[in-house]
């Protein structure tokens, strides 16, 4: 029988975080069929208002938390178009299921942006599952490059664009293009240098995907779908 994630604060987002179509195979769900007839998931319908606050700039992105009646979490959007209007503090459009990560709309009906990229990494994991793995901490090497000028709001936060294999651990849609938004420590910016290195998927803990170098560990923070820069 298949089931999808109990509620949380992700389990409705990432519920079509591939796609429907892409979700049911990943759960191991396929559509269920009476009499010739497909039944839909009622899931699938779903919408609420949520609330957008803590809005702060991540080069071409805009990384905003939305709370709703599902619970809270960390969405990347286009800092222009139509994302401008709704994606600002105090805004509270609906979101609904459309898409990778979903689609915001306005009252009217007519402003629609759509998310391009999550913050919200762990609970990504820990809701919308993993693909299994033969080694106990699976390791890969990543390749990159900086975004040149990128950062986020005091250069909190670095960008870098490139391939992370192991974003297949958490069925990320892209991971031989994603651009990962990392801290701006000492040890990201270390990996920044060396364009490439190894990284780790963690199956437990607040840390999931992490670059390890001389310096220390660089956790990635962020995943998102590249734009035109």
Do not use: N
């Not at 999808?4 to 990943?26: D, E, F, I, K, N």
């Not at 459309?98 to 306005?106: K, N, Q, Y």
């Not at 990320?172 to 938004?181: F, H, I, L, R, T």
């Not at 963690?202 to 992490?210: C, D, F, K, M, S």
């Amino acid at each position: 029988m298949c089931r999808l994630p109990s509620a949380g604060p992700l389990s409705a987002l990432l519920a079509t975080a591939m796609g429907v179509a892409g979700l049911l195979v990943g759960l191991g769900c396929a559509p269920v069929t009476v009499e010739g007839k497909t039944q839909r998931l009622e899931a699938i319908k779903a919408a609420w208002t949520v609330e957008v606050s803590d809005v702060v700039a991540l080069g071409p992105y805009r990384a905003a938390t939305l709370t709703g009646k599902k619970g809270s979490w960390q969405l990347y959007f286009p800092r222009s178009g139509p994302c401008a209007e709704l994606v600002r503090p105090g805004a509270r459009p609906v979101y609904r299921f459309d898409g990778p990560f979903g689609l915001l709309v306005g009252d009217d009906r007519m402003v629609r942006c759509s998310p391009v990229g999550i913050g919200s990494l762990a609970a990504w994991r820990d809701q919308r599952g993993r693909r299994r793995s033969q080694y106990l901490v699976p390791r890969e090497q990543a390749r990159f490059s900086p975004v040149p000028g990128r950062t986020g709001d005091s250069e909190a936060h670095l960008l870098v664009r490139g391939s992370f294999p192991l974003a297949l651990e958490i069925r990320w849609p892209e991971p031989m293009d994603a651009v990962a938004v990392l801290p701006a420590t000492r040890a990201c910016r270390e990996q920044l240098l060396r364009r490439k290195t190894t990284m780790e998927f963690r199956a437990e803990g607040p840390e999931v995907l992490v670059l390890r170098g001389e310096s220390g560990e660089c956790p990635i923070v962020g995943l998102a779908l590249p734009l035109a820069l």
